[in-house]
């Protein structure tokens, strides 16, 4: 298959793996021009070997001059990014200020950045009184895109996201029960080949595909490690979407995921530290720490989901222990203790197996309307969240903790319990310097989540260097 990047993203041709993070890294390919023929032969871990080397020869130093270059460029390149996501629509000068960099630097970036596609210039031009008058730039609308993938348990969920974290083009369709992972991973890569016809999106226009699973995954080698939920054991979920699309593809833990798309795409960009709560279908936690996701020594940070936190309960969870939060505050079990209080829910069929989703949102809707019992099933749900959001206060004492999922639709009657429950249980003086959120990013989370596994890391990222 001919390289996707063999069109106007020639800077992305270059793909190789980061082995510092086990990630999969485009290459700025006209920043590797830049570094001259002595650097042209070696292959990227070469490279980053030969700067360990200490020897002070002419040669070296030639070489690390031209690392620095690259370094420099690349960082550069985020920072405009980064510059234009947070500042956006704004004007070249605008970003001079906020760079610090020279306005010959943000005049050639911006160019190479609107040559492919990722920026463009938008309205009429802007006098200021001083100078000429300034053109504004923003992010293309329709410029490339990042896929995101969440495999979920009751479905898959993939999506086009912008380089500002917006969903474009979604589809959503249950995930089958009775097949076997690798016919699962098969029946989303056929999807989002699907997905590209009908939104008429060429494959050039993708810089990469992010993958979430609700389990413990290693990045290295984008294996499913154990997703207990879905049964999924050592299951290679990167390696067939990159034969079916030659593309970069990042796999992650969905609610880390989740994490990282709300500190960079979601409502406070300037908050370094949170940590986001989800609950759906199973429970987990993600944790950014000064805009970085902590991803554990193991992969599975935030597997809040399996701690017993609610005392007493004695259901057995997917995992094996007993116990488990997630057997108490999933989508599942809010239904069933709704099921249990005797609450109408007049979707509910025994004999049919309908997705659990849809009796959620009629107990929202019921719960919303003023039903008593209804309210009282989801202040309950809210009071078991905030328990465990008192782990998470006195574990991390985060600016922020975001609550994720689909149960946030009825915020109104979840949040108040839930706030009292995380005070009452966790230190009052770290509790009072803690803001609980919803989720900015609502129920495309799980889009967002997984694709910005790629979009953070292409575009805004400037530490996850290849050459460090
Ligand atoms: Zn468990």
Redo the contacts with the bound molecule.
Sequence with gaps: MASPYSGRLSWSRLLTVNRDHGIFYLLNEQSREEMGPIMRDRSPQEQVLSTRESALSAHDRRRYAGQNHTRVRKHNHHAVLRALLSHGPTSRSHLVKLTGLRPATVSSLISELIHQGIVREIGAAVNTGIGRPSIELDFAPHGVYAVGVNMGLEWITIGLVSPRGTVHYKHEFPRPSDVAPAETVALAIAAIEDLLIRASIPQDRIIGIGIGLPGIVDPRDGRAIAV?DLDWHDVAIAGPFQSAFDLPVLVGNNAQAMGLAESWFGADRDVGDLVLLYVGSVVGAGAVIDGRLLRGSGWGAGQI??SPIIPGIQTR?????VG?L??VISDQAIVRDALAHRVHLASYDADRNLPTQVYLDELIEVGLAGNPTAIAVLARAGEHIGAAAAYLINLFNPPQIVLAGRLMRARHLVFDPMQRAATSSSLPLLAQSTQFMPSALGVDARIIGPASLVLVDCFYTAEHLLYR
């Design positions: 207990v989901g399996h969870c997917s995992c094996g222990n488990c997630e057997t």
